[in-house]
C-alpha cells in the first residue's frame, strides 16, 4: 500500500481535514441513496403506479452506483480524487434537477440510474480510496469515518427530504437538493 508523500504527510492534521472534508461530501453524495425513501408515496400517488413498480428508481440508482464505482474508481487512478467527485457533484445535481421535470415512471427511473446513481458513486469510491492515502497508523479509523458519511446521509436527507416534500411537494424538494448538490459540493472538493 502506498501513502502519499506530501509536505503535509501522512496523518498530518492536513490529512484530518481532508478527511472531515471526505465526510461531509459522502454524506451530502448519499443523498441520492436515501432520497427514494421519502419520495415513494407522492411518487406512487403522481404517476399512479403500485409500491413495486415506484421502486424501480432505487433498484436503477443501486446499479448506477455500483457500475459508476468502477468507472470512478478508474478516473480517481487516472486524474485524482477531484476529477470523480465534481463530475459525481454535476451529475448527482443535475440527476435531482431532472427528476424534478420527470413526467412518467420511465423518465424518472433512467434519470435515477444514470444521473442520480453514477453521480453517487462519485462522492462515495474516490474519496475513500483517497483518504487511504493520506493514513498510515489510524487507516482503518479514517476509512470507516469516511464511509460513515454514506450511512449518516441515511439519517439525515429522509427526514429533511421528508420535511420539504410535506411543504413544497417532492418535485420543488428533488430542485432544492439538486441545486445544493450542484453549488455547495464543488465548493468542498
Known sequence: MRTLQTSHGADSPYAWTRLWIALALTTVGGSGMYSMAVVLPPLQAEFAI???????????????????????????????VIVPVLIGSVSLGLGFIAASFSQNLLQFTAIHGLLIGIGTSGTFVPLVADITLWFTRRRGIAVAIAMSGNYLAGTV???????????????????????????????FA
Open 50 to 80: 403500485a409500491r413495486g413498480d415506484a421502486s424501480l428508481p432505487f433498484t436503477f440508482t443501486m446499479i448506477g452506483f455500483g457500475l459508476g464505482g468502477v468507472l470512478m474508481g478508474r478516473l480517481s487512478d487516472r486524474f485524482g
Open 157 to 187: 436527507w429522509p427526514p429533511l427530504m421528508q420535511h420539504f416534500i410535506d411543504t413544497s411537494g417532492w418535485r420543488a424538494t428533488y430542485m432544492g437538493t439538486g441545486l445544493i448538490c450542484l453549488f455547495a459540493m464543488p465548493l
